[in-house]
């Protein structure tokens, strides 16, 4: 059987994998998409179970996922198996890589938080002079977020701040629902304190789902322009020796460990940021800048805040008393005169008319058990979506002294939070303190503490894009400096993070990027 | 053997093996599932991670840190102890080492104020003992090792309690609690596992 001649070989299947298998199939193009794990079946997949029906009591295997903070025993199957795949990290600096291989990748479990990023993050350094640019704005990107936003169904409500662009909100899913008393107390609290409170921004996607398995790669198959193979553990994009243009990837098959070569006329890789930025360093490409590896980023989650509304306790949390969520979008260092302790700024998710935590008293026993039934839905929990600064120190290196499963030399992640994340999430728990204590609530418990880097999933960086090829890997297309017909289009091209939810981003990124891949196909420019 | 006999006697044998796969396929129906029950259901865990001295401490504080409440078991009725045990003894070793010195220390300060075993006190008595290493908490949990340990503790008897077996049916029991804790969920199975 001959093999076939594809126009894109795709590595990886998640939301920036599906995205440019969905724009470049529709447009003619032929592609093979690779992803290193199975598919998935929901219906033969997984089971309905009570807790006290799996082997650890849903405590989960001791010591399976030590990185994975995410991980239970109902998921625990989902994640990638560190034994299989381990990485090493800096002594003394934890960093939690939380990965899935299966196809779709993690738009299969994202939590679908949808913003934007806005020109505060675009031209950051034009803002406060730390870093770059990234060489493209808002205005470059809208167009491709308002298609994101419609396919993937993100709703939200429009407010018209700067820091906070609005999108192409779809109708239906919103909660619109009046403001609870708690709400109104809390917004009121929060604007005179400088803050504008809007309302979380999610998609909807289809039927519970916003993943590239139900709205880009079904797409994509219908056009009988994708091959997807799974299983298929990608160790190197290969090169034509004489044009030094790549050719396509080699991989291996999960199971047997057979290796194979797949031929294209351009490489895209999707695989994620550290899975592409590995293979990018396995392949030794892409690197005249240096720059590759380096800048890793991602966004800081931690710093719970909690308190309790009095009048809601005691079986009194009526709807019209509390209840709903708020939602804070950076609100510091807007001004550029603005002086504190760190740059850049974070935003506030909180929500109100939970449950208490056992943890956030002292009690025990009995004593306990009437505590959390005082308290039941009286809570207001905020957290922290906070931007990390992207430093040239934090990066990725391989370690050919440890091999995955397929005798594939392993990531080495050396990355820390500094005193601009520490000071920022300081702030954070101070302000959500002030805020509930002006409000009336009574304060539970506070941390202004974060978790380890990675731990938000939101790894970006790595292979940043830029104008100026000695200081980045790719240009403002997604397309690699050194290489014209090799394109990244996830989350490792990202300049800054900010504090945003990167998604949408991605997938906006990966949409553009993928549209102008076809025209430079069709005018034979690669 | 030559290689011809004994390609023979290969070819002999899948074909006896195939009849008998045949014959089998053409049963007209499918035996029934074998009907089966949980160990627990039919046996007591062994118990080999805790001393006995520990395991008295952490009886003792199981049945003041979690217990029943109206209808619903607490940690003793649940077995959460002797679940426990089993759960320290596959984890890594700085938990067991956090639990077995924990529970010394427990022991410890009871002897130190009573001149007796923790597993003697009296629930006041106990008091004074947990009270002080109890801290509220969130994100970040103690780093004084003994605080660590009891806010562990009272954290996993209650799970071990809420997730158990006695727990969901006395749940299930009561219809104004059936959404809470020991409830159900999507359960994952091993997706393709890799066969290397």
């Known amino acids: ?526 | 053997m030559p290689i011809q006999r004994r390609r023979f006697f290969q070819s002999i044998a899948a074909a006896s093996a195939a009849s008998t796969l045949s014959a089998q396929s053409a049963a007209p129906t499918l035996p029934e599932k074998v009907a089966t029950v949980a160990p627990e259901t039919a046996a007591e865990p062994v118990q080999r991670f805790f001393t006995v001295q520990q395991r008295a401490t952490l009886r003792r504080a199981a049945s003041l840190l979690q217990p029943a409440v109206g209808a619903l078991p607490g940690a003793i009725d649940a077995e959460a102890p002797e679940f426990l045990d089993f759960l320290l003894s596959v984890s890594p070793a700085p938990r067991q080492t956090l639990y077995r010195s924990g529970l010394d220390h427990l022991d410890s300060q009871a002897n130190k104020l009573f001149q007796q075993p923790f597993s003697g006190l009296s629930a006041a008595q106990a008091d004074q003992v947990l009270k002080p290493l109890i801290v509220a908490w969130t994100f970040d949990p103690p780093t004084d090792p003994r605080q660590r340990f009891l806010t562990e503790l009272r954290a996993d008897l209650r799970t071990a309690t809420t997730n158990s077996a006695p727990y969901a049916k006395a749940n299930a029991n009561n219809s104004r609690r059936r959404r809470g804790p020991g409830g159900a969920g999507f359960y994952w199975l091993p997706i393709d596992p890799t066969r290397r």
Not at chain 1, 37 to 64: I, S, W
Not at chain 1, 81 to 86: G, L, Q
Not at chain 1, 91 to 108: H, I, K
Not at chain 1, 192 to 198: A, D, H, L, N, T
Request: proline content about 5%.
């Open chain 1, 1 to 526: 059987m001959p093999t076939p001649t594809y126009d894109v070989i795709i590595v990886g299947s998640g939301h920036s994998g599906g995205m440019a298998a969905g724009v470049l199939t529709a447009k003619g193009v032929r592609c093979l998409m690779l992803n290193a794990g199975p598919v998935v079946d929901f219906e033969k997949d997984r089971t309905n179970k009570a807790a006290h029906e799996l082997p650890f009591r849903g405590f989960g295997k001791p010591g399976q996922h030590p990185h994975v903070f995410q991980a239970n025993e109902f998921n625990a199957n989902t994640w990638v198996d560190e034994k299989e795949i381990p990485y090493t990290q800096a002594a003394n600096a934890p960093y939690n890589w939380v990965r899935v291989r299966l196809v779709g990748g993690r738009s299969l479990f994202w939590a679908r938080q949808s913003f934007r990023l806005s020109d505060f993050e675009f031209k950051a350094a034009d803002h406060d002079g730390f870093g770059e640019n990234w060489p493209i704005r808002h205005d470059d990107l809208a167009p491709f977020y308002s298609r994101v936003e419609a396919q993937f169904r993100v709703v939200g409500r429009k407010e018209g701040w700067p820091q906070f662009p609005d999108g192409n909100f779809v109708d239906g899913g919103f909660d619109a629902a009046p403001d609870s008393e708690c709400q109104k107390r809390l917004t009121a609290v929060a604007n005179k304190m400088g803050m504008g409170v809007s309302r979380m921004r999610a998609a909807i996607g289809e039927n519970g789902l916003a993943s590239s398995v139900n709205l880009s790669i079904p797409n994509a198959l219908a056009t009988g322009k994708l091959d997807v193979v799974p299983n298929a553990v990608v160790r190197q994009v290969s090169v034509d020796k004489n044009t030094g243009k790549a050719n396509g990837v080699i991989f291996l098959d999960r199971h047997t460990g057979r290796e194979m070569h797949a031929k294209a006329r351009v490489v895209v890789l999707a695989a994620g940021t550290l899975e592409t930025t590995r293979l990018l360093l396995l392949s030794n490409l892409a690197n005249s800048s240096g720059a590759l590896g380096h800048y890793l980023i991602d966004q800081q989650y931690g710093c719970n805040v909690v308190a309790s509304m009095p009048e809601a306790r005691d079986g009194k949390a009526t709807p019209q008393l509390i209840g709903g969520g708020l939602f804070m979008p950076r609100f510091r260092n807007l001004d550029k005169k603005e002086k504190r302790n760190f740059i850049r700024g974070y935003a506030l998710p909180m929500n109100t008319g939970s449950s208490p935590d056992p943890r956030y008293f002292t009690e025990y026993g009995e004593a306990l058990q009437k505590k959390l039934a005082s308290y039941a839905g009286s809570c207001v929990q905020g957290s922290i979506f906070g931007e990390v600064l992207p430093r040239k120190e934090n990066h990725v290196r391989l370690n050919k002294d440890q091999q995955d499963a397929w005798g594939i030399p392993t990531l080495h992640i050396d990355a820390r939070y500094g005193d601009n994340e520490r000071n920022l999430c300081k702030d954070a728990a101070d302000t959500m303190e002030e805020m509930y204590t002006k409000a009336g609530l009574e304060m539970l418990v506070k941390s202004d503490k974060v978790n380890p880097p990675g731990y938000s999933i939101h790894e970006l960086g790595t292979c940043r894009m830029g104008e100026d090829p000695k200081k980045s890997v790719l240009n403002k297309w997604n397309q690699c400096h050194d290489i014209p017909n090799l394109f990244v289009v996830d989350g490792s091209s990202f300049v800054t993070g900010g504090w945003q939810n990167p998604t949408m981003t991605i997938l906006a990124l990966s949409m553009r990027a993928s549209e102008y891949l076809a025209d430079q196909l069709a005018d034979g420019n690669v």
